[in-house]
């Protein structure tokens, strides 16, 4: 509903948006076809979204006008519908009305569960049942891409559904998602409407704005604080051209770490006026975007050693001794990070359908507390153990097995980034 109502995005849309566009991710890391709705005109809301890198669908064209049609005619036979003409005694509908429609006999006759219990009358106009005609275009037609308000996903079901829809919105609009649910369902009664189910993300707190603050004005006021911090850790480098695009990704992922490495639930604090942002603060997205750039530096040095005759190239993964891989740092990379790797992304993808009601939870914090994890541990092993050694070939052995260890890191760093579309810094 944000994205269909609102006249400017705010930090709890954002919310909404990056879980939503980081949960369609992982769901198609898992073979799992994504159609992400509403689509969003060409505005300063896509100009926002492409910012922080949300694959959002922007400047598509709507419903056709016959969908909604469909939708008035199945209304002028709703039996929980009551219209202008029907209603002699009742206050005057306004304008832009077309009918009421009671949502909490429905409720009732159909014995559903969870929805809130103020729900009762509902207006609808001609905006809900376009919003309507979206949902079921996104059903019809099949090949699957981008809600806040919707993900529909294929996937199987013991019904025999192809298709789940999920509510992907923030706690201040799931009344009026809630609503749409059920007018979805009065007028298109099936399998795949009685699929629906919420995602509901906790509130977003703003401390001490001076003013309501739009989702833009985060974005900026995020940036320079990272732009500053990095001028302070790197002095005029950091100003120069070709750190444009890294101080963005680093802004960006400090955002989405801020939104998302907390449980969806759960409230999320935003200090906007805490000036000490750092790149290095281990909990954040600027730590781990850091911690992926000295892998990328790491092998960018072994490369120019190697073609200065320095090193010799990497052997074939089957002629390493991995043996003498004795440090307890290197075996906790590989036994809590490497092989648990692919059942992190598969939990987190999964949305456990509930015994009752319309709620569902994801897991959806679990790649970021991942990557913040790794990057610690990461971090301790790299500041203590001198990967690249002296040019010895008696040491050439051991330094060959760490750094097929740490390319498998990395692979990991960028398999998991790539979920929150966030591309790996070569420098920072």
């Known amino acids: 509903p944000a994205l269909r109502a609102a006249p400017a995005l705010r930090p709890r849309h954002l919310r909404a948006l990056l879980l939503a566009d980081h949960l369609a991710q992982l769901l198609r890391a898992q073979g799992v076809g994504v159609r992400l709705v509403p689509a969003l005109a060409e505005d300063g809301s896509c100009e926002i979204l492409r910012h922080l890198r949300i694959e959002w669908p922007c400047g598509t064209s709507p419903a056709p006008p016959d969908a909604v049609s469909a939708l008035k005619r199945a209304l002028s036979r709703c039996p929980c519908a009551t219209g202008r003409e029907q209603a002699p005694g009742t206050a005057t509908l306004p304008e832009n009305v077309i009918c009421r429609v009671h949502l909490r006999s429905f409720v009732e006759q159909q014995g559903l569960v969870g929805y809130d219990p103020n729900l009762d009358v509902l207006l609808v106009t001609e905006e809900k049942l376009q919003s309507l005609a979206e949902l079921q275009q996104a059903l019809q037609q099949g090949t699957v891409s981008h809600p806040a308000a919707l993900l529909t996903f294929r996937t199987s079901f013991p019904s025999g559904s192809c298709c789940s829809i999920v509510h992907v919105v923030n706690c201040e609009e799931e009344f009026q998602q809630q609503q749409l649910d059920l007018l979805w369902r009065i007028l298109d009664p099936g399998t795949h409407t009685a699929l629906q189910k919420h995602l509901v993300c906790g509130p977003v707190k703003v401390t001490n704005p001076s003013s309501p603050i739009g989702a833009d004005q985060y974005f900026q006021l995020r940036k320079r604080q990272m732009y500053d911090a990095s001028v302070m850790k790197y002095g005029e480098l950091a100003q120069d051209e070709s750190w444009t695009e890294v101080i963005d990704t680093l802004t960006v992922a400090a955002i989405r770490f801020e939104m998302l490495s907390t ?52 052997p074939p993964v089957s002629e390493l001794n991995f043996s003498c891989l004795r440090e307890e740092g290197e075996w ?97």
């Open 263 to 314: 449980a969806h639930r759960s409230q999320i604090t935003l200090d906007l006026e805490d000036t000490s942002i750092s790149t290095k603060g281990t909990k954040s997205g600027a730590f781990v975007m850091y911690n992926c750039a000295r892998l990328a530096t790491l092998f960018d040095t072994y490369q120019r050693a190697v073609e200065r005759g320095t090193y010799p190239p990497l």
């Open 332 to 428: 906790l990379l590989l036994f809590n990070y490497l092989l648990p790797f692919p059942e992190v992304l598969q939990q987190a993808a999964q949305l456990p359908t509930p015994t009752k009601g319309i709620r569902i939870t994801a897991n959806t914090e679990a790649v970021c507390k991942f990557l913040i994890q790794l990057s610690m541990d990461f971090s301790s092993y790299y500041n203590r153990v001198h990967v690249l050694g002296e040019p010895f070939p008696h040491l050439f052995e051991q330094m060959f097995a760490r750094l097929r260890l740490l390319g498998a890191v990395r692979d990991v760093f960028h398999s998991a980034l790539a979920t929150l579309h966030l591309p790996p810094l070569s420098q920072i």
